[in-house]
């Protein structure tokens, strides 16, 4: 078992989010104080991310591991999640090029998140480096649906998924 940096909560070894706090466990050691948090202005996503309206049933966000932002998907929307490549005309909703994408080997049509009112789900659109739900690869063309607390890699850019009321 290991602890918690940030709320002491004890956690299974291995794991790289706090499940009570969301913590990312991965390099850190010990508690740090600080009064910035993920939802402050300077931690979220430029406008060109979906963003999630208040008023809706269940609220999809995923959380990039290696720096905390947060991108807020929409639901009732269907969204291809990869790099933007303008000599192939190739835009996706999220685009991960901006986030360390290419260096993480996520490919230019990398999955679709699929984000009803009730539900989340993923789809590995037969990407190169493949796409993962806690480590285990995820089936091209089979969708798997989403959890809250789950590790959801493209290529090896690490995110956790939230999902919320």
């Not at 807020?72 to 909703?93: A, M, S």
Request: hydrophobic residues 30%; contains cysteine; proline residues 6%.
């Amino acid at each position: 078992m290991q602890r918690c940096w940030n709320c002491d909560a004890q956690q299974m070894d291995g794991a790289i989010f706090c499940t009570d706090c969301g913590a990312s466990l991965i390099g850190r050691q010990r508690r740090q104080e600080t009064t910035t948090t993920l939802d402050q202005p300077d931690q979220t996503v430029p406008s060109a991310a979906p963003t999630l309206s208040n008023h809706n049933p269940v609220g999809v966000s995923l959380v990039l591991a290696h720096d905390g932002r947060r991108l807020q998907l929409e639901p009732n929307t269907v969204l291809v999640v990869g790099r933007t490549d303008q000599k192939r005309g190739i835009i996706p909703d999220i685009d991960l090029g901006n986030y360390g994408g290419y260096d993480a080997g996520v490919s230019r049509r990398h999955a679709m998140i699929t984000v009803s009112e009730r539900s989340c789900t993923v789809e590995d659109l037969e990407s190169a480096n493949g796409t993962f739900v806690n480590s285990q690869r995820v089936p091209p063309q089979q969708p798997l649906t989403l959890h809250h607390g789950d590790e959801l890699k493209f290529g090896t850019l690490l995110l956790r998924v939230e999902i919320y009321p």
